[in-house]
């Protein structure tokens, strides 16, 4: 049972990327899904979730705007479309089975995947 986050890369501040959260083991059909960044020496800190049924979803007050989250449970994936994006944002991005409020955002975290590297430069 485990997640894995994936999709991250090099791109200049405006760009884009997508971010893929695969589970395996289990069906994310069920769960929400919570992300997180987080920059060395710093908290890891909330992104975006989104819910078992899609309805419910949040974003953090910097990615309002510029990140979307959906999810394709036939694929049994998770993904966060990151857009216009500033070298802030420079962070390790990590995927989390997770409940969703639409103001508490992500918690109740129980499995957490490896990450994924994204750096904006300017």
């Known amino acids: 049972v485990q997640l894995q986050a994936s999709g991250g890369g090099s791109v200049h501040a405006g760009g884009s990327l997508r971010l893929s959260c695969a589970a395996s083991?289990?069906?994310?059909?069920?769960?929400?899904v919570g992300w997180f960044r987080q920059v060395p020496g710093s908290v890891r800190e909330a992104v975006s979730c989104i819910s078992s049924d899609g309805v419910d979803t949040y974003f953090g007050d910097s990615m309002k705007g510029r990140f979307t989250i959906s999810r394709d449970n036939a694929k049994n994936l998770v993904y966060l479309q990151m857009d216009n994006l500033k070298p802030e944002d420079t962070a390790e991005y990590y995927c989390a089975r997770s409940l969703c409020g639409k103001q508490v955002g992500p918690h109740g975290m129980d499995i957490w995947g490896k990450g994924t590297q994204v750096t904006v430069s300017s």
């Open positions: 083991g289990f069906s994310l059909n069920d769960y929400g």
